[in-house]
């Protein structure tokens, strides 16, 4: 079965994905709205891999759950998620439904719970067909089974016919895969798509969506906290905390030289297999800052031993530091003494 992607030509110089000045909130009664992620901006290239890490609640899956209109009624969202032009956060619910399985999908982090239990695993991937349109439901199960071999699950004929409970978790994430490939999308969400599974089976599966992403030139956003997975697959990565970007570069230059105290924290907090470092572990103290109650200046201020005054009174902003590579820090220069963490290639 083939995967071309006949509009991989479209927007050739225009990013596939344009975000800008992107802000989510949630309304609860009583209470003042809880900024979940604020002012975020972005783009993403077709072809690309472009990781998004940080800890949980700094905003990363937030993010793209509005882009797809996922989000609870008492989310607002402002700004722009512009796919080849046309604003994603503008258009009524029945248009961002073709838009959503058929030019975006998504991979989401539990694939037990994203499968209905009561429908057999070819049925869901077929409806992902039939519904766009794209083929009546005897095609759509015959493509159902190509998929399901075209991500690695042996016997693909006799297992579409299998319920979730009947796959394995190794399993059940291919035929996520297979599900969100089944209409050759522009741009794949890939949220946490490696979550609970053993470090082979993860291997396997983010090789799977190299190979598909690939053959369809599609664009790949990798939400993750895994900085391995990152390592060995990004193109660029952009760190979040407290809702807001606070570093961006090409995936080597930022694991060998991070110029932001935070994303140097998660890399110093991780331990290295290849002997490269022979000092202690070292954790980032306290804890990640409420969106009910986030500090008025920088939100890891608290946490940082950069902290001064002017970080407390309001956040940086984010700063060119040298070409390419973005950080937002009011110590961008005293940063700039920092040793690179190891002389190797950065993954």
Known sequence: MSLSNPSSAAGAEAPLL????????????????????????????????????????????????????????????????RLEGIDLLALKPKELRSYRGRRIAMIFQDPMTA???????????????????????????????????????????????????????????????????ANKPDLLIADEPTTALDVTIQAQVMEVLANIQKEVNAALLL??????????????????????????ADVRPLFRTPRNPYTRGLLTSLPRVDGARDDR??????????????????????????RTDVCDERAADLEMVVEGHESRCHHNADLAAWQPLHSGSGS
Do not use: W
């Open 281 to 306: 572990l070292i954790p980032i103290p306290g804890s990640p800052p409420s969106i009910l109650a986030m500090p008025p200046g920088c939100a890891f201020a608290p946490r940082c031993t950069f």
């Open 18 to 81: 344009e975000v800008e000045n992107m802000s989510v909130g949630f309304r609860a009664r009583g209470k003042p709205t809880a900024q979940a992620v604020r002012g975020v901006s972005y783009t993403v290239e077709r072809g690309e891999t472009l990781a998004i890490v940080g800890e949980s609640g700094s905003g990363k899956s937030v993010s793209a759950m509005a882009m797809l209109g996922l989000l609870p009624g008492s989310a607002e969202i402002t700004g722009q998620a």
């Open 115 to 181: 499968f209905h239990p009561a429908f057999t695993i070819g049925n869901q991937i077929a409806e992902t067909i039939t519904v766009h349109g794209l083929a009546d439901k005897k095609q759509a199960m015959v493509q159902a089974a190509d998929l399901l071999e075209m991500v690695g699950v042996p016997e693909p004929g006799v297992r579409v016919k299998q319920y979730p409970h009947e796959f394995s978790g190794g399993t059940r994430q291919r035929a996520m895969v297979a599900m969100a490939i």
């Open 223 to 248: 939400i993750t906290h895994d900085l391995g997975v990152v390592a060995s697959v990004a193109d660029r990565v952009q760190v979040m905390y407290g809702g807001r970007i606070v570093e961006r």
